[in-house]
Protein backbone atom coordinates (compact mmCIF):
# COMPACT_ATOMS: atom_id res chain seq x y z
CA UNK A 1 0.00 0.00 0.00
CA UNK A 2 3.14 2.28 0.67
CA UNK A 3 4.60 1.67 -2.53
CA UNK A 4 1.19 2.80 -4.10
CA UNK A 5 1.01 5.91 -1.88
CA UNK A 6 4.84 7.00 -3.02
CA UNK A 7 4.17 6.13 -7.05
CA UNK A 8 0.36 8.64 -6.33
CA UNK A 9 2.46 11.06 -4.69
CA UNK A 10 5.36 11.21 -7.55
CA UNK A 11 2.90 11.37 -10.12
CA UNK A 12 1.37 14.20 -8.36
CA UNK A 13 4.21 16.53 -8.13
CA UNK A 14 4.68 16.19 -12.33
CA UNK A 15 7.96 16.87 -13.25
CA UNK A 16 9.36 18.80 -10.80
CA UNK A 17 13.21 18.36 -10.22
CA UNK A 18 14.98 16.61 -7.33
CA UNK A 19 15.99 18.60 -4.33
CA UNK A 20 18.78 20.35 -3.60
CA UNK A 21 22.15 18.67 -2.73
CA UNK A 22 23.09 18.24 0.50
CA UNK A 23 26.40 19.74 1.72
CA UNK A 24 26.83 17.23 4.54
CA UNK A 25 26.89 14.45 2.14
CA UNK A 26 29.21 15.31 0.04
CA UNK A 27 31.61 17.12 3.11
CA UNK A 28 31.83 13.76 4.26
CA UNK A 29 32.17 12.06 0.81
CA UNK A 30 35.47 14.20 0.13
CA UNK A 31 36.80 14.16 3.41
CA UNK A 32 36.23 18.03 3.60
CA UNK A 33 36.18 19.20 7.13
CA UNK A 34 39.62 21.74 7.02
CA UNK A 35 38.68 24.96 5.79
CA UNK A 36 39.62 28.40 4.07
CA UNK A 37 38.03 31.65 4.66
CA UNK A 38 38.22 32.68 0.56
CA UNK A 39 36.67 36.03 1.39
CA UNK A 40 34.10 38.10 -1.25
CA UNK A 41 33.47 37.99 -4.41
CA UNK A 42 31.43 37.30 -7.16
CA UNK A 43 30.00 33.42 -7.84
CA UNK A 44 28.38 32.34 -10.47
CA UNK A 45 24.79 31.23 -9.92
CA UNK A 46 24.93 27.72 -11.90
CA UNK A 47 28.09 26.63 -10.20
CA UNK A 48 25.49 26.70 -6.76
CA UNK A 49 24.05 23.71 -6.39
CA UNK A 50 22.35 22.72 -2.91
CA UNK A 51 22.16 23.97 0.60
CA UNK A 52 23.89 23.13 4.05
CA UNK A 53 20.39 23.06 6.17
CA UNK A 54 17.44 24.08 3.67
CA UNK A 55 18.32 21.25 0.99
CA UNK A 56 14.66 19.85 1.59
CA UNK A 57 12.91 23.43 1.01
CA UNK A 58 14.55 23.99 -2.42
CA UNK A 59 14.30 21.69 -5.90
CA UNK A 60 18.04 21.75 -7.70
CA UNK A 61 16.99 24.88 -9.64
CA UNK A 62 16.58 26.52 -6.03
CA UNK A 63 12.72 26.88 -6.74
CA UNK A 64 10.82 26.84 -3.87
CA UNK A 65 8.89 23.69 -2.57
CA UNK A 66 5.09 24.36 -3.39
CA UNK A 67 4.21 23.50 0.15
CA UNK A 68 6.39 25.78 1.70
CA UNK A 69 4.47 29.73 2.35
CA UNK A 70 5.75 32.00 -0.63
CA UNK A 71 6.40 34.93 2.03
CA UNK A 72 10.09 35.45 2.32
CA UNK A 73 10.86 34.70 -1.05
CA UNK A 74 8.39 37.60 -2.64
CA UNK A 75 9.67 40.11 0.03
CA UNK A 76 13.49 39.27 -1.28
CA UNK A 77 12.18 39.53 -5.04
CA UNK A 78 10.74 42.63 -3.91
CA UNK A 79 13.90 44.21 -2.61
CA UNK A 80 15.74 43.08 -5.72
CA UNK A 81 13.26 44.46 -7.88
CA UNK A 82 13.65 47.82 -5.89
CA UNK A 83 16.95 47.91 -6.13
CA UNK A 84 17.81 48.07 -2.64
CA UNK A 85 21.04 46.57 -1.59
CA UNK A 86 21.09 43.22 0.21
CA UNK A 87 24.09 41.52 1.90
CA UNK A 88 26.70 39.38 0.70
CA UNK A 89 25.18 35.39 0.47
CA UNK A 90 27.21 33.24 2.64
CA UNK A 91 28.23 30.03 0.63
CA UNK A 92 30.66 26.74 1.95
CA UNK A 93 32.28 25.36 -1.15
CA UNK A 94 33.66 21.98 -2.19
CA UNK A 95 35.87 21.57 -5.23
CA UNK A 96 33.94 23.94 -7.70
CA UNK A 97 30.42 23.44 -6.17
CA UNK A 98 28.72 25.88 -3.51
CA UNK A 99 26.40 25.41 -1.00
CA UNK A 100 24.06 28.11 0.75
CA UNK A 101 24.55 28.59 4.58
CA UNK A 102 22.84 31.89 4.72
CA UNK A 103 20.83 33.58 1.50
CA UNK A 104 18.42 30.55 0.39
CA UNK A 105 15.99 32.71 -0.76
CA UNK A 106 18.36 35.47 -2.02
CA UNK A 107 19.87 32.71 -4.16
CA UNK A 108 16.22 31.54 -5.08
CA UNK A 109 14.89 34.98 -6.08
CA UNK A 110 18.62 35.59 -8.57
CA UNK A 111 17.80 32.74 -10.35
CA UNK A 112 13.98 33.67 -10.55
CA UNK A 113 15.31 37.03 -12.54
CA UNK A 114 17.71 35.48 -14.69
CA UNK A 115 20.69 36.90 -12.74
CA UNK A 116 23.92 34.61 -13.87
CA UNK A 117 26.12 35.70 -10.69
CA UNK A 118 25.68 37.14 -6.96
CA UNK A 119 28.05 38.51 -4.38
CA UNK A 120 28.84 35.49 -1.75
CA UNK A 121 31.58 35.27 1.20
CA UNK A 122 33.11 31.72 0.69
CA UNK A 123 33.92 29.32 2.85
CA UNK A 124 36.01 26.97 0.82
CA UNK A 125 36.65 23.06 2.53
CA UNK A 126 39.58 21.34 1.23
CA UNK A 127 38.92 17.55 0.45
CA UNK A 128 41.09 15.38 1.88
CA UNK A 129 40.90 12.00 0.51
CA UNK A 130 44.28 10.98 -2.04
CA UNK A 131 42.46 10.80 -5.23
CA UNK A 132 44.67 12.32 -8.30
CA UNK A 133 41.80 14.93 -8.62
CA UNK A 134 41.93 16.11 -5.25
CA UNK A 135 45.64 16.24 -4.97
CA UNK A 136 45.69 18.14 -8.01
CA UNK A 137 42.63 20.59 -6.01
CA UNK A 138 44.46 20.83 -3.31
CA UNK A 139 47.48 22.37 -5.13
CA UNK A 140 45.60 24.37 -6.77
CA UNK A 141 43.94 25.64 -3.60
CA UNK A 142 47.54 26.35 -2.13
CA UNK A 143 48.33 28.43 -5.83
CA UNK A 144 45.09 30.83 -5.28
CA UNK A 145 45.93 31.09 -1.30
CA UNK A 146 49.57 32.52 -2.16
CA UNK A 147 48.62 34.29 -5.95
CA UNK A 148 45.25 35.65 -4.69
CA UNK A 149 44.82 34.69 -8.85
CA UNK A 150 40.85 33.89 -8.93
CA UNK A 151 41.36 33.80 -12.55
CA UNK A 152 40.59 30.70 -14.46
CA UNK A 153 44.04 28.64 -14.23
CA UNK A 154 43.14 24.40 -14.52
CA UNK A 155 46.03 21.85 -14.29
CA UNK A 156 45.55 18.31 -14.84
CA UNK A 157 49.02 16.69 -13.88
CA UNK A 158 50.39 17.06 -9.92
CA UNK A 159 53.20 19.15 -9.23
CA UNK A 160 52.30 21.74 -11.85
CA UNK A 161 51.14 24.40 -9.71
CA UNK A 162 53.96 24.27 -8.01
CA UNK A 163 56.30 24.69 -10.40
CA UNK A 164 53.90 27.76 -11.60
CA UNK A 165 54.10 29.30 -8.15
CA UNK A 166 58.06 28.60 -8.68
CA UNK A 167 57.82 30.81 -11.33
CA UNK A 168 55.49 33.84 -9.86
CA UNK A 169 58.43 33.78 -7.10
CA UNK A 170 61.21 34.43 -9.81
CA UNK A 171 58.89 36.97 -11.31
CA UNK A 172 58.79 38.73 -8.11
CA UNK A 173 62.27 38.83 -7.46
CA UNK A 174 62.79 40.20 -10.95
CA UNK A 175 60.41 42.79 -10.57
CA UNK A 176 61.71 43.32 -6.71
CA UNK A 177 65.12 43.91 -8.55
CA UNK A 178 64.13 46.65 -10.99
CA UNK A 179 60.70 48.35 -11.68
CA UNK A 180 58.61 47.26 -8.63
CA UNK A 181 60.81 47.10 -5.40
CA UNK A 182 58.97 45.89 -2.43
CA UNK A 183 56.23 43.93 -4.68
CA UNK A 184 54.42 41.99 -3.08
CA UNK A 185 54.08 37.97 -4.34
CA UNK A 186 50.04 38.36 -4.75
CA UNK A 187 51.09 41.90 -6.63
CA UNK A 188 53.81 39.80 -8.69
CA UNK A 189 51.13 37.29 -9.44
CA UNK A 190 48.76 39.52 -10.95
CA UNK A 191 51.33 40.70 -12.81
CA UNK A 192 52.47 37.45 -13.83
CA UNK A 193 48.89 36.47 -15.39
CA UNK A 194 48.50 39.67 -17.42
CA UNK A 195 51.81 39.93 -18.71
CA UNK A 196 53.19 36.59 -18.62
CA UNK A 197 50.62 33.83 -18.58
CA UNK A 198 47.95 35.39 -20.99
CA UNK A 199 49.76 36.45 -23.77
CA UNK A 200 51.08 33.25 -23.97
CA UNK A 201 48.05 31.29 -23.54
CA UNK A 202 46.59 33.94 -26.52
CA UNK A 203 49.29 32.96 -28.76
CA UNK A 204 48.46 28.74 -27.52
CA UNK A 205 44.87 29.96 -28.66
CA UNK A 206 45.57 31.27 -31.86
CA UNK A 207 47.78 28.40 -33.17
CA UNK A 208 44.61 25.93 -32.36
CA UNK A 209 47.08 23.60 -30.53
CA UNK A 210 44.38 22.32 -27.95
CA UNK A 211 42.77 20.62 -30.83
CA UNK A 212 45.97 18.45 -31.01
CA UNK A 213 46.40 17.60 -27.38
CA UNK A 214 42.27 16.84 -26.64
CA UNK A 215 42.86 16.29 -22.74
CA UNK A 216 45.00 18.49 -21.68
CA UNK A 217 43.71 22.81 -20.97
CA UNK A 218 45.61 25.57 -21.58
CA UNK A 219 47.25 25.85 -18.19
CA UNK A 220 48.95 22.45 -19.18
CA UNK A 221 49.71 23.80 -22.66
CA UNK A 222 51.13 26.96 -20.72
CA UNK A 223 52.99 24.95 -18.21
CA UNK A 224 54.82 22.67 -20.67
CA UNK A 225 56.21 25.35 -22.93
CA UNK A 226 57.56 27.51 -20.68
CA UNK A 227 58.96 24.64 -18.57
CA UNK A 228 60.82 23.11 -21.69
CA UNK A 229 61.51 26.91 -23.34
CA UNK A 230 62.83 28.69 -19.72
CA UNK A 231 64.27 26.18 -17.78
CA UNK A 232 67.74 25.79 -18.06
CA UNK A 233 69.51 22.93 -19.11
CA UNK A 234 66.19 21.01 -20.52
CA UNK A 235 66.22 19.52 -23.70
CA UNK A 236 63.66 20.76 -26.31
CA UNK A 237 60.97 17.72 -27.24
CA UNK A 238 59.62 20.11 -30.08
CA UNK A 239 59.98 21.23 -33.29
CA UNK A 240 62.37 23.94 -34.00
CA UNK A 241 61.21 27.92 -34.92
CA UNK A 242 59.58 28.12 -31.58
CA UNK A 243 62.35 30.25 -30.40
CA UNK A 244 61.39 33.07 -33.30
CA UNK A 245 58.23 32.87 -31.29
CA UNK A 246 59.03 32.39 -27.45
CA UNK A 247 62.13 34.01 -26.19
CA UNK A 248 64.45 31.79 -24.25
CA UNK A 249 64.09 33.76 -21.32
CA UNK A 250 60.67 34.91 -19.25
CA UNK A 251 61.45 37.99 -18.82
CA UNK A 252 62.98 38.53 -22.27
CA UNK A 253 59.22 37.08 -23.50
CA UNK A 254 57.50 39.71 -20.98
CA UNK A 255 59.30 42.61 -22.62
CA UNK A 256 58.37 41.42 -26.42
CA UNK A 257 54.90 40.67 -25.95
CA UNK A 258 54.67 43.94 -24.35
CA UNK A 259 55.36 46.10 -27.58
CA UNK A 260 52.77 43.84 -29.40
CA UNK A 261 49.30 44.17 -29.65
CA UNK A 262 46.90 41.25 -28.72
CA UNK A 263 46.20 41.01 -32.79
CA UNK A 264 50.38 40.99 -33.45
CA UNK A 265 50.77 37.92 -31.23
CA UNK A 266 52.30 35.11 -33.97
CA UNK A 267 50.66 31.77 -34.38
CA UNK A 268 52.48 28.69 -33.52
CA UNK A 269 52.25 26.67 -36.67
CA UNK A 270 54.76 26.07 -39.64
CA UNK A 271 54.69 24.58 -43.26
CA UNK A 272 56.25 21.90 -43.97
CA UNK A 273 57.24 20.55 -47.59
CA UNK A 274 58.17 17.26 -48.35
CA UNK A 275 57.74 14.57 -51.68
CA UNK A 276 56.68 11.52 -51.51
CA UNK A 277 57.79 8.29 -54.04
CA UNK A 278 55.80 5.57 -54.55
CA UNK A 279 55.42 2.25 -56.38
CA UNK A 280 52.00 1.53 -57.50
CA UNK A 281 50.08 -0.80 -59.70
CA UNK A 282 50.60 -0.04 -62.93
CA UNK A 283 47.18 -1.16 -64.36
CA UNK A 284 45.59 1.69 -62.16
CA UNK A 285 48.22 4.62 -62.12
CA UNK A 286 46.14 7.32 -63.69
CA UNK A 287 43.43 6.42 -61.29
CA UNK A 288 45.60 6.14 -58.37
CA UNK A 289 47.24 9.73 -59.27
CA UNK A 290 43.91 11.35 -59.41
CA UNK A 291 42.73 10.18 -56.02
CA UNK A 292 46.07 11.67 -54.36
CA UNK A 293 45.71 14.47 -56.29
CA UNK A 294 42.53 15.85 -55.01
CA UNK A 295 43.76 15.80 -51.25
CA UNK A 296 44.48 19.27 -50.39
CA UNK A 297 47.15 18.77 -48.52
CA UNK A 298 49.52 17.83 -52.06
CA UNK A 299 50.38 20.66 -54.52
CA UNK A 300 51.88 18.48 -57.08
CA UNK A 301 51.87 15.11 -58.49
CA UNK A 302 53.89 13.45 -61.38
CA UNK A 303 54.06 10.23 -63.31
CA UNK A 304 57.82 9.93 -63.81
CA UNK A 305 59.85 6.80 -65.79
CA UNK A 306 62.48 4.51 -63.60
CA UNK A 307 62.34 3.24 -60.64
CA UNK A 308 59.63 5.06 -59.16
CA UNK A 309 55.93 5.15 -60.70
CA UNK A 310 54.74 8.53 -59.08
CA UNK A 311 56.38 11.78 -57.53
CA UNK A 312 54.71 13.41 -55.31
CA UNK A 313 54.84 17.17 -53.19
CA UNK A 314 52.86 17.72 -50.31
CA UNK A 315 52.82 20.78 -47.76
CA UNK A 316 51.31 20.62 -44.26
CA UNK A 317 50.74 22.78 -41.46
CA UNK A 318 52.14 21.49 -38.32
CA UNK A 319 52.09 23.56 -34.51
CA UNK A 320 55.22 23.81 -33.01
CA UNK A 321 55.05 21.67 -30.44
CA UNK A 322 55.39 18.37 -32.64
CA UNK A 323 58.18 17.19 -35.33
CA UNK A 324 57.97 17.48 -38.91
CA UNK A 325 58.67 13.13 -39.13
CA UNK A 326 55.61 13.11 -37.01
CA UNK A 327 52.86 14.86 -38.70
CA UNK A 328 54.03 13.34 -42.63
CA UNK A 329 54.38 10.15 -41.61
CA UNK A 330 50.38 10.40 -40.00
CA UNK A 331 49.77 12.20 -43.42
CA UNK A 332 51.23 9.25 -45.10
CA UNK A 333 49.56 6.47 -43.07
CA UNK A 334 45.95 8.19 -42.80
CA UNK A 335 45.85 9.63 -46.52
CA UNK A 336 48.11 8.28 -48.88
CA UNK A 337 48.57 4.23 -47.52
CA UNK A 338 44.41 4.57 -47.36
CA UNK A 339 44.27 4.37 -51.46
CA UNK A 340 44.03 0.91 -52.57
CA UNK A 341 46.97 0.10 -55.41
CA UNK A 342 49.59 1.94 -53.75
CA UNK A 343 52.58 -0.62 -53.08
CA UNK A 344 55.01 1.15 -51.35
CA UNK A 345 56.04 5.09 -50.06
CA UNK A 346 59.54 6.86 -49.66
CA UNK A 347 59.01 10.15 -47.88
CA UNK A 348 61.64 12.99 -48.33
CA UNK A 349 62.05 15.83 -46.07
CA UNK A 350 64.29 18.80 -47.63
CA UNK A 351 66.99 19.45 -45.56
CA UNK A 352 67.65 23.14 -47.84
CA UNK A 353 66.07 24.84 -50.69
CA UNK A 354 66.36 27.13 -53.45
CA UNK A 355 63.83 27.84 -55.46
CA UNK A 356 63.64 30.51 -58.61
CA UNK A 357 60.77 32.25 -58.68
CA UNK A 358 58.91 32.22 -62.15
Same mark, same amino acid.
Given at each position: MSNLSDLIRKLWSG?????AK???ENQKCEG?????????CSVPLEQIVGSVGRYHDFDSQFKLKNHLPPDRLISVKQAMWKGNSLPPVILYKIKDEYYVLDGNHRIAAAKEFGRSDIMAKIIEFIPSSNTLENIIYREKSEFVEQTGLGHPL?????GQYLYLLDQVETHRAHLAGGEKPGVTLKQASADWYNTIYLPMTSIIEKGNLLVSFPDRTLGDLYAYISFHQW? #????RHYGIGIDKLISRDMEAFRENMANMNKEEYPEMLRSITAFI????????ELKIADKIFALPE??????????IDILVKIVLTRNLLSSDAEVIGQFVHEKIRQIDGILSTQTLIP?????? #?L
Open positions: NQDSENFRAFDYVDRGIDITEVE #KGRMTMNVDAKRVKEVHSVHGSGASKIK #K
